[in-house]
């Protein structure tokens, strides 16, 4: 148990380490060429970088609320409230990082510096013109 704990606090720690130049944009993830392992080409490479504060913030969250749920035991009113908040993360996931990626929308969640861009749909309508 509290080595689970202490693994979910690392990941905390590191998501925070790794967010920070991505809000400000000094990272590697903010360059318009995509890293050689990322198969799915440039317009969602720069959606994944700009989707990256709040997805990551997104899983965090449902990592939390699977490893507390698994803390608190089936049956127990801190049971339901865990998988409330993984519930949360999930939705996040998809109701925000989805919509960042696609259509960079809504700019408020989106890094300060990357708010002017054009999603990935937008930028695939534009090639096919």
């Not at 799915?40 to 507390?68: D, E, K, N």
């Not at 300060?112 to 309508?125: F, K, L, N, S, T």
């Amino acid at each position: 148990m509290a080595l689970t704990v202490v693994f979910f606090a690392v990941l905390v720690a590191g998501y925070a380490y790794a967010v920070a130049p991505v809000w400000r944009g000094h990272s590697e993830l903010d360059g318009s060429a995509p890293a050689a392992w990322w198969p799915f080409g440039t317009p969602l490479w720069r959606g994944a970088a700009r989707a990256f504060p709040v997805q990551g913030g997104c899983v965090l969250l449902l990592l939390g609320g699977g490893i507390a749920a698994d803390l608190a035991g089936e049956g127990s009113a801190g049971y339901d409230v865990a998988m409330g908040i993984g519930l949360i993360g999930l939705l996040g996931v998809i109701g925000l990082a989805l919509p960042i990626t696609f259509y960079n929308r809504p700019r408020f969640l989106v890094p300060p510096h990357q708010r002017d861009e054009p999603g990935a749909v937008a930028e695939w309508r534009a090639a096919r013109r």
